[in-house]
């Protein structure tokens, strides 16, 4: 079975661009959360949506935002990219909306110059 | 709202040598508590978790975890590391309950484990 998968794998991006990052949870995964992990530190909660709906959002700006498909997928878009938005965008996917087991996807490393 | 605590950045030992990562959680509510492994340039990894019964937790590949509700502590330990285990861990919480709430979990700042030969 295919575990989480994410796209791309590496990108950069200029100031002031956009950005999409793309999620495929575990086949029967209902739930999808993003994660923002700087160098050096720990992940940090952006956002979770269980059954397409929004269930939590982190302290990021309104800059963020994402959504969740029908075959349960999920997107997180960012908008006027800073330099600081620089940093590893994990996915985790679960089959409900409480982690008992959350699996990751290797990350995307999006670099903004 | 939920914290994680490991006080140490960096642990560096020499092959076969014991080890412990050193967690500490805060709480308003009951929690569920997680190690989790990532090796350079990856994801996590799951390495073990605590959700209810015996307080002490094993993983396949010989790490343990023993949850410790006075301490609030959630400790990593392995008696004998390789120099395979070399890689960042981390200590994270989530809310257990299910009053609605955010089940987002929280991750400590992380643990670089350096296993030298």
């Known amino acids: 079975d295919a575990g989480v998968t994410q796209s791309p794998t590496h990108l950069i991006k200029t100031r002031g661009q956009h950005v999409t990052l793309r999620c495929s949870p575990i086949s029967g995964h209902k739930s999808v959360s993003w994660y923002q992990q700087v160098l050096g530190q720990g992940p940090q909660f952006i956002f979770q949506?269980?059954?397409?709906?929004?269930?939590g959002r982190g302290n990021f700006p309104d800059r963020f935002s994402a959504r969740q498909f029908p075959n349960y997928s999920s997107e997180l878009n960012v908008n006027a990219l800073l330099l600081g938005d620089s940093a590893l965008y994990l996915c985790a996917s679960s089959q409900g909306q409480m982690n008992t087991e959350a699996f990751f996807g290797q990350g995307t490393r999006l670099t903004v110059v | 709202a939920q914290s994680v605590t490991q006080l140490d950045s960096q642990v560096p030992v020499f092959e076969e040598a014991p080890v412990e990562l050193r967690c500490n959680y805060s709480?308003?509510?009951?929690?569920?508590l997680f190690w989790y492994v990532q090796y350079p340039n990856q994801g996590l990894q799951l390495l073990l978790k605590y959700l209810s019964g015996s307080t002490l937790v094993e993983s396949i590949n010989g790490f343990e975890a023993e949850f410790n509700k006075s301490q609030t502590s959630f400790h990593l330990r392995k008696p004998s590391v390789h120099i395979s285990d070399t890689a960042e861990y981390f200590c994270a919480v989530s809310p257990s309950n299910s009053g609605g709430s955010n089940y987002k979990l929280t991750f400590g700042k992380g643990t670089l484990l350096t296993v030298n030969p």
């Open positions: 709480s308003s509510v009951s929690v569920y």
């Open positions: 949506y269980y059954e397409k709906e929004e269930r």
